[in-house]
């Protein structure tokens, strides 16, 4: 193998122009929770509360404790299922219906008092909240009455009590002020009072729901964005474009706030037309304390946007306008080792042009933000022809190898055959035949593992002498396993005829034992019938009256026919028992099998003493060229044959075979 030429190529990136891409700032923002807004409410007041999900732990044990120290606490919440273990835990303190989806956070303290107060939150992490005016909060009040009491498709006011349905309002009629708080409103009313967007604040900005409400032609100014651990954060190439919107990243939790001309939007997290929204348009005095927190956070925020700088100019790490959830960091030197390539002719090689050849791999590259880089080209020389083949000797062997495995595959069958041989086998044959199963299992074993070790040969690399051995042992297990096989078919069919046989002797010797106890009872009645015919003899002897004789005669002559029968009965047992028990005598004491082989024992051992079809089956001539080992392969082209090597180690066994084979030694392209 020819070792291929390195060289290396230096690229100066350091006045690469970006059009726009954000740089890293540096952030000392400290965020609160909304835990905070209620433990300043003091008892004997009465909360309102607006949220879709309660499930903060911190939270539900702040409104118990509030509740438990004389706080009325009316609870405003989204899906019954969601909320059902804040549910459980808060009825019984708190006035809770359920059933009106919604997005942010209302809180409202004391409504109808002297000590009016009301904050539109985000979410429940922070409360980076809007503080609402007296006038925003009884136009706000309206709308938590009118969601609670007309809206709302559960209560629950008892402690254990189950959720009921509402069948309606236990009030009359409540007029707002405003609706966009109510679903299908919202879009409306802030596509109807957003001019020109001169501050903006957003937690989520997915084109879904950012952009419904930050048309592009009305961005102006500087636009906060929040930078999560998403992978998918959508481009803003689009924004980036409008040169008159500055864009930060903040990695802190921020409020959706859009700052008009005229006062603006306080939104929740992810707005939803489809939902309650708890959104306040924001007057000139909010305006104006909004845009001094802001304007803190917009200090705090880590990314900024920049535009129409050099490479050179950036200092660390920076995130595109494509795909900002990734950081790329910038270096001042950087080192790559290319993927090498092959010249394209041998005069190429001789004296390569390394920067013209590897041109289309040293462009600029996203992930390769460095002043200088420093690459590394390899350049390999012309190996094997691109049209060479495989040799035709690799794919004979390749044959010669399947038909070995078909024959590993025949033998496994009849193996397969003689391993089920027991499974054919009832309960009474199997017991006889135990000890031989036994040791028949062991042999298939070793069967098996001899078979596996014959599937593994490689024919190719090898030599006559294996071939010869390999060969003799595959005839060798096709004829002990068809030897068993019909050895075991031999052994079924004695020992069914043995099973049967010893069927046969029990049910004469069952038949004889009831014979006799028949013969028994018949002699007894024979005695039985004998007595009474006396006996009658004798009171006929004795009688004086001619009609008391003639009746006596009568019963003498049925005593007789009774007798009779009885005899008759007892010579008839006394035969048959006779023929049991030579039926018996002729089975003789112990089975003995006769050598009567039928067709299909002959047929067995045909198949066994069949060698010639075996030897036909796996013995044949082999080629007289052996295949390269391991490592090496064998190609041909132009009438020439190539002998592939994977290493230098391999040059001294690769010029055995290469003589032997008439092959050129070569390597492999990218080797």
Not at 355 to 376: A, G, H, N, P
Not at 460 to 486: C, Q
């Amino acid at each position: 193998m020819i070792a291929p030429k390195e060289d290396q190529i230096n690229v100066d990136q350091s006045q690469l122009l970006f059009p726009y891409i954000f740089t890293p700032l540096f952030s000392n923002q400290v965020t609160d929770r909304l835990d905070d807004v209620i433990s300043n409410i003091s008892p004997k007041a009465t909360l309102f509360m607006a949220i879709d999900k309660l499930d903060d732990e911190s939270l539900i044990r702040l409104l118990q404790k509030k509740a438990d120290e004389g706080v009325r606490v009316y609870l405003l919440l989204g899906d019954l299922g969601i909320n059902s273990d804040s549910v459980e835990r808060l009825s019984g303190r708190c006035l809770i219906r359920c059933g009106v989806p919604q997005n942010g956070v209302l809180v409202l303290q004391d409504m109808g008092a002297n000590n009016i107060q009301g904050w539109i939150i985000s979410d429940h992490f922070r409360t980076h909240s809007l503080e609402l005016s007296t006038s925003q909060c009884d136009d706000i009040y309206r709308v938590f009455c009118y969601l609670f009491w007309k809206k709302a498709t559960h209560e629950c006011m008892e402690q254990n009590v189950s959720a009921s349905h509402i069948d309606g309002s236990p009030i009359g009629e409540i007029q707002l002020n405003d609706k966009y708080n109510l679903p299908e409103k919202f879009s409306e009313a802030t596509a109807r009072d957003v001019d020109v967007v001169e501050f903006g604040s957003a937690h989520y900005w997915s084109k879904d729901l950012l952009w419904n409400f930050l048309p592009f032609g009305k961005a102006k100014g500087n636009l906060l964005l929040h930078l999560s651990k998403s992978n998918n954060l959508p481009s803003i190439e689009e924004l980036c474009n409008n040169n008159n919107v500055n864009v930060r990243f903040s990695t802190q939790r921020l409020r959706n706030i859009l700052i008009t001309s005229d006062g603006g939007w306080y939104l929740p997290n992810i707005p939803d037309a489809t939902k309650v929204n708890w959104a306040m348009r924001i007057d000139r005095d909010q305006k104006n304390k909004l845009l001094d927190s802001l304007k803190a956070e917009w200090g705090d925020a880590e990314w900024e946007l920049n535009r129409d700088i050099c490479l050179g100019d950036l200092k660390s790490s920076v995130r595109f306008a494509d795909s900002p959830s990734k950081v790329h960091d910038v270096v001042e030197k950087m080192s790559i080792d290319l993927e090498a390539i092959e010249a394209p002719n041998f005069e190429t090689f001789l004296e390569p042009d390394f920067e013209e050849l590897f041109r289309d791999q040293t462009q600029f590259d996203k992930d390769r933000l460095s002043y200088l880089v420093e690459y590394t080209a390899r350049l390999y020389p012309p190996l094997l022809p691109d049209n060479a083949k495989i040799d035709p000797l690799v794919q004979q062997w390749n044959s010669d190898q399947e038909v070995w495995t078909e024959n590993i595959v025949f033998l496994r069958k009849n193996l397969d055959e003689l391993e089920q041989f027991e499974n054919g086998l009832n309960e009474k044959i199997k017991k006889k035949l135990l000890q031989p199963l036994i040791a028949q299992q062991q042999k298939v074993s070793e069967f098996k593992s001899r078979l596996n070790e014959l599937n593994n040969v490689d024919l190719g690399r090898s030599s006559p002498s294996h071939l010869n051995k390999w060969t003799n042992e595959l005839v060798e297990l096709d004829s002990e396993i068809k030897k068993r096989i019909s050895n075991n078919q031999r052994q079924k069919n004695q020992t069914r005829k043995e099973i049967e046989w010893e069927d046969k002797c029990k049910k004469i010797s069952d038949d004889i034992s009831t014979l006799e106890n028949k013969i028994v009872k018949q002699e007894d009645e024979i005695k039985v019938s004998e007595s009474k015919t006396k006996e009658t003899e004798e009171k006929l002897s004795k009688a004086e009256d001619n009609k008391q004789k003639k009746n006596i005669k009568k019963e003498l002559d049925k005593c007789k026919k009774r007798e009779k029968a009885a005899i008759s009965s007892f010579d008839k047992l006394k035969i048959e028992l006779s023929k049991l028990q030579s039926q018996r005598k002729e089975l003789g004491d112990h089975f003995v099998h006769k050598n009567d082989e039928s067709a299909e024992d002959g047929k067995a051992l045909g198949i066994v003493l069949g060698n010639k079809e075996i030897e036909g089956r796996f013995i044949r001539k082999w080629r007289d060229e052996f295949l390269p080992p391991e490592g090496m392969e064998l190609y041909s082209y132009d009438n020439k044959r190539w002998l592939v090597i994977e290493n230098l180690e391999q040059i001294r066994e690769a010029k055995h075979h290469a003589s032997a084979l008439n092959a050129e030694i070569c390597a492999k392209r990218g080797d």
